[in-house]
């Protein structure tokens, strides 16, 4: 596991999207796998700007997102589709055909968990996968559990996650209940892992996850056994930390 300490949000976001970059310039055909919440916002912002400069050419990538609420459609501006065209695939020119997402307004969750993981296999698996975290220390929505997740699956999303998530609803109430999500497994599978982590609430986890046991009941913790794992975290996640 590789971290790399920066000196604020705008740093770190600068610094992830370098990492996603570089992917892109030496492998332009990647499949990159995605990551909503607030964290990965400033390097979206960064590579739509690399990408109108020329600096970047997304034309041949294909996309996976890590998970969608169930019950929500794609026109739904809260789902996790409209958050990903509104915040980097519409500036990046990526088009809807060139990635793919859990289908939340899928209400048989076995078909559409599977339908997933088949097309993320015939892609040929995932090269590059960004993580945010939460506070609870779940990857994706894999909440903490007795044991990790396999494959993408349907989740109860727990008290805090929903706590956390209120912010981009209406109330408390709208936040949906439950999530299809790729599943343990499946991030283990990718090929190379970026974690991006800013802000002093994180600084428990970030300590939890990445120096703690490995447990399930710490999600992000599992990756400390993944062979390519760069961390990119500012200094005030860090802070718990003796790096
Ligand atoms: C949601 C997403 C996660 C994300 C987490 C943290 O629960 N499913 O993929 O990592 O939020 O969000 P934030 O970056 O806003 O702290």
């Given amino acids: 596991m590789k971290i790399i300490r920066t000196k604020d949000y705008e740093d770190m976001s600068r610094k992830a999207a370098g990492v996603i970059a570089a992917q892109v310039v030496l492998k332009p055909d990647s499949i990159l796998g995605l990551a909503t919440g607030s964290t990965p916002i400033g390097a979206y912002k960064q590579l739509i700007a690399w990408g109108r400069a020329g600096d970047l050419d997304f034309s041949e990538i294909r996309t996976f997102n890590l998970d969608e609420y169930r019950g929500l459609t794609r026109d739904n501006d809260q789902s996790y589709f409209y958050f ?40 040929g698996g995932i090269d590059l996968q960004l993580l945010g975290m939460g506070h609870n220390g779940h990857i994706g929505f894999n909440e903490p559990a007795d044991e990790f997740p396999k494959g993408t699956h349907c989740v109860d999303l727990t008290a805090s996650t929903i706590e956390a998530n209120k912010r981009f609803f209406a109330s408390e109430a709208d936040v949906p209940r439950q999530a299809y999500t790729m599943g343990i497994q499946t991030i283990m599978s990718a090929r190379k892992v970026l974690v991006a982590v800013s802000g002093e609430d994180k600084a428990d986890i970030v300590y939890k996850a990445f120096f703690g046991p490995v447990t399930p009941l710490v999600p992000a913790s599992i990756l400390q056994m993944h062979p390519d794992v760069i961390v990119v975290a500012d200094e005030a996640a860090l802070s718990r930390c003796k790096l």
């Fill in 84 to 123: 990903m065209r509104h915040n980097f695939m519409d500036g990046a020119g990526i088009p809807v055909e060139r990635t793919d997402i859990p289908d939340g307004s899928e209400p048989d969750a076995e078909r559409e968990c599977a339908r997933y993981d088949a097309a993320i296999r015939a892609a």
